[in-house]
């Protein structure tokens, strides 16, 4: 039988963490409250609580969702559980939902799974619409940062991981704050772990999201950008060399020449009032036209690429 932990990192929770945990099912083994500098003292109000398989764990300072979530990863590693849930403190994450996250890990049918609030139509269309925008949006680029070419969700925090993967993570590298779930699927690519989407609806209620638009508009890029050179340095550099690594060493180079030598020429003839002649217009379509071919090779490799449970 395998150890079951739910991992739920707090922070300004005070009015709806008592809920979530009575409501966490009977076959969960461990419920680790972490309690993220909270100035309303959530872990308190969970330490409260009369159940012998809770456990709160208090930061000193405020950390981060992604630092909460770390540790109380750590902990449970630590206490020997195999499965481990996370799960929000806000209510919005349904714990009817709980056993079916984590039956794939059970089953080795996958190590790593993860809410996925966008195939269920009905559930769909109760999502506020400013964050079915924005999610859809981040979705997109995180499939091409992450290689998960083959989930639909990639931001959802409803997630379950098995203790096979947490090992091999290097755990105190993953980002601290709400890009935490998008470096967990860069690091998940990078050791081949298999992710699975669980349909799963989130609910919405009157709770105000602090991560907003804003925030993500100027803080996400640099990190995808950051996470998508990492994946690719590890994928097709390090661990493994392929026709991909190649379309990449050539592509790269051959389209940044071509669209500087592209801008120079446009700026010129701009300035100087000029007509280019074809051969210098064909000097800079071609790399383009040919470095682009060699991407898209690259990014189909990336797509086929997604790791999958070898089934005998």
């Avoid at 770390?70 to 919005?92: F, H, P, R, S, Y």
């Avoid at 991560?211 to 998508?228: N, R």
């Amino acid at each position: 039988m395998q150890k079951t932990a739910v991992v739920i990192p707090v922070y300004k929770a005070a009015d709806k963490i008592e809920t979530v945990i009575l409501s966490i099912p009977d076959n969960v083994d461990v419920i680790i409250v972490v309690d993220d500098g909270c100035p309303q003292r959530s872990g308190d109000i969970a330490a409260a609580i009369n159940q012998d398989r809770l456990i709160v764990l208090y930061n000193a300072v405020n950390i981060g969702v992604g630092g909460a979530v770390v540790n109380g990863l750590t902990k449970a590693v630590e206490l020997g559980c195999d499965v481990i849930v996370k799960m929000d403190g806000d209510g919005q994450m349904d714990p009817a939902y709980l056993n079916e996250l984590i039956t794939p890990l059970i089953n080795d049918e996958a190590d790593y799974t993860k809410g996925n609030r966008f195939m269920n139509f009905n559930a769909l269309k109760a999502m506020p619409k400013i964050r079915l925008f924005g999610n859809s949006v981040l979705s997109f680029l995180l499939k091409f940062t992450s290689g998960y070419w083959n989930i639909i969700d990639p931001t959802n925090g409803y997630i379950a991981i098995h203790r096979r993967v947490a090992e091999k993570l290097n755990l105190k590298e993953i980002a601290h704050g709400y890009f935490f779930e998008s470096d967990m699927l860069i690091n998940l690519n990078i050791i081949n772990a298999v992710v699975k989407d669980i349909d799963i609806p989130a609910i919405y209620n009157d709770e105000k999201s602090s991560l907003s638009i804003m925030k993500v508009s100027l803080q996400f890029p640099p990190k995808l950008l950051k996470g998508l050179l990492k994946r690719m340095f590890y994928k097709y550099f390090l661990y493994d060399f392929n026709m991909a690594s190649i379309y990449i060493i050539l592509g790269l180079p051959m389209f940044v020449f071509g669209s500087i030598l592209g801008i120079i020429e446009w700026m010129d003839s701009i300035v100087n009032a000029t007509v280019k002649t074809s051969g210098t217009i064909m000097l800079v379509a071609l790399p383009i036209i040919v470095s682009l071919q060699m991407l898209l090779q690259a990014i189909s490799i990336d797509i086929n690429s997604v790791p999958r449970k070898n089934r005998g």
